[in-house]
């Protein structure tokens, strides 16, 4: 991470923060099974997240916050027979725990003056509670995820915005080497362009998340960070709002992802991504490009891929040159030149039975916004259609149903049982799933894709 944000010296605490610290605090505040709303830049699924199963909704929850209740009347979870695992709830009153944070915030450098103001109001928010807990039992298909994040009104949409504010996503351009269509694309997916970036209250959000959460701890260095942000003058309590998760702004930025990423690209002093586009395309850029972002390269294009294709390798892990992967019989769409990679990899969101892409490095840099196949493809789908470009030439296989979270379960109790290790059970698409499901296949006779459908779970059954 830069130790200067456009002329304005960061504390020294975080100037000599490594990259590797920054990316280890972003970790993610989503369920197992990816119920959380908001991408927030920075987050990683849990190990067994799926890495080309459909993202959840990218627009930030913006529904309003239904008031404070009594903490104690809102706790429900039995006491932990631990106390090192209780949640602070399950120790205290909400006011009890907000007078300990406030100790605990300032030996982290946090002043009084900060914190009475910022946690003068504070409200346990017990709607983010219900909603950290959910956990949808059905997915989108990925072309469905596809057909809301890529459609034509935001494709329109975000033609227009990149027109109005060519000028700011140029000299992000010009200054971190990513392209203005990449950039608002990001923006059209995380917020559609500034519409639906959350109105909840980052500080309500990890006061009750670090008072109840499932992952307290992270809710609280949060909360911590996001309290260094008002300290340090870029935003006020009032206006630092967000998801309910806590991802923040136009483009959906954790506290520590701000710290780390977030630059003043107006150079009025602040680094403001509520209230300033500079800010936004900046920071954005910023982040991609302190991530490995490659001037100049195209993140990949479709392709289509020969008979006898081996679908095992159409993982991300896989990668190999352009080269290699032509003489194998990877031709680009429409005879167009493949790009020319190093490390490139072939992956098929949707099985034998869908398209196939070659990505390369730009493609893994966007997925380290949000760790999402499907994700970092809606932003390359919508950043080439927003310049003009072609969008997806084959066909989705429509007809397929997509498991729910208990029929992915079932059907990775049935491969366990027939000798296909997938790991224990919990409804996820992993690698693990997609590596006993294709085993699988393979004994069976059929095209070893380790794509899930209702026809497989069917096939399981009976054999």
Known sequence: MPSQFQGRQLPRRHAAMSAARARTLMLTLLLSGGAMQGCQAGAAP????????????????????????????????????????QTPAERESFDQWVSEFRRKAQAEGITPATLDKALADVRYQPRIIELDRSQ????????????????????????????????????????????????????GIESNYGSNFGSFSTIDAFATLGYEGRRHAFAQEQLIAALRIIQEGDIDREHMLGSWAGAMGHTQFIPTSFLAYAVDGDNDGKRDIWGSIPDVMASTANYLAKNGWQRGQPWGVEVTLPENFDYTRTELATRQSTQTWQSQGVRAMQGQTLPNFDQASVIAPAGAQGPAFLVGPNFRVI????????????????????????????????????LSRSQTKEMQTLLNQKGFGTGTPDGIMGPNTRDGLRAWQRSVGKTPDGFPSSSVLESLRSS
């Open 367 to 402: 997925m380290r916004y949000n760790n999402a196949t499907s994700y970092a493809l809606a932003v390359a789908l919508l950043s080439q259609r927003i310049d003009g470009g072609p969008g997806v030439q084959g066909d989705w296989p429509r007809d397929l149903k997509p």
């Open 46 to 85: 849990s190990p067994q997240s799926p890495s080309s199963s459909p993202a959840q909704t990218t627009a930030a929850d913006a529904g309003k916050a239904q008031g404070a209740s009594d903490a104690k009347a809102a706790t429900t979870a039995p006491a932990s027979a631990n106390p090192d695992d």
């Open 136 to 187: 949808p039992e059905f997915t989108r298909a990925i072309w469905e995820y596809l057909d809301g994040a890529v459609s034509s009104t935001r494709i329109d949409n975000g033609r227009r915005k990149l027109a109005e504010h060519r000028s700011a996503a140029d000299q992000a351009q010009a200054q971190y080497g990513v392209p203005g269509s990449v950039i608002t694309a990001i923006w």
